[in-house]
């Protein structure tokens, strides 16, 4: 059995109401100095409608408390008894279930909570990053902008490079057309016919024997 209003476990006296409902000393203290309803019922409850019971009663006080009585009265008092003691066990599941239901509600609204403040969280990430990529789709807008002018200004140095390139050929040619016709009269003039001064290949000239030559001596020789 349990107190139907702080639901501890009773041991020894506790109190029974006319009501139906059972509650342990404190408990029956509390509600008569204060409203004085029972807490399950609302009945309003005075002394006189309270009784002490005994949960854990003596061997003694069980052989002798009915002692005396008709089986009548105690078929009808048993069944008052049995009565009681199931609707005290169906008071009980019910305490239980509603203890449940609170803990699974509170656990609910716990992860609601949770769940409410990470769907925050994840829509606060999502606004920056959908402003990062627009952020991102503007730049690259930007560079594609700064590609394509840096392309044409590469185009037109291109252009510019190749008249350059076909200028400088042709000056080139030019340059060498000119050197060509620079050198071509200066072999004209030192033509093959003409002596060359200091070559030693004199036609008449034969080299001189020592024979003929007073400066050759024969010890010179040997
Ligand atoms: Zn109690
Ligand atoms: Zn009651």
Request: proline letters at 4%; hydrophobic letters at 30%.
């Amino acid at each position: 059995m349990r107190c139907n209003a702080c639901w501890r476990e009773l041991e020894g006296r506790a109190i029974s109401t006319t009501c139906g409902h059972i509650l342990c000393n404190e408990d029956a203290s509390k509600i008569l100095s204060n409203d004085g309803a029972c807490p399950i019922c609302d009945q309003v409850l005075s002394k006189s409608l309270m009784r002490p019971v005994d949960i854990n009663p003596s061997d003694e006080w069980v052989n002798m408390a009915m002692a005396g009585i008709s089986p009548q009265i105690l078929m009808k008092s048993s069944y008052k008894s049995i009565m009681f003691y199931i609707g005290q066990k169906e008071l009980e599941m019910q305490y239980k279930m509603n203890r449940i239901v609170a803990q699974c509600r509170q656990k609910c609204e716990t992860m609601q909570e949770k769940f409410t403040e990470k769907m925050e969280q994840v829509h606060t990430a999502y606004q920056k990053m959908a402003k990062r990529c627009q952020q991102a789709e503007q730049e690259i807008e930007n560079l594609s902008k700064d590609k394509q002018e840096l392309q044409e200004k590469f185009s037109e140095k291109s252009r510019q490079k190749r008249k350059l390139d076909e200028m400088y050929d042709q000056l080139r040619s030019e340059y060498e057309s000119v050197k060509r016709s620079a050198i071509q009269p200066a072999n004209n003039f030192y033509s093959r016919a003409d002596h060359d001064l200091f070559a030693n290949d004199l036609p008449d000239k034969k080299p001189l024997t020592y024979e003929e030559d007073p400066s050759l001596s024969l010890s010179d020789c040997c």
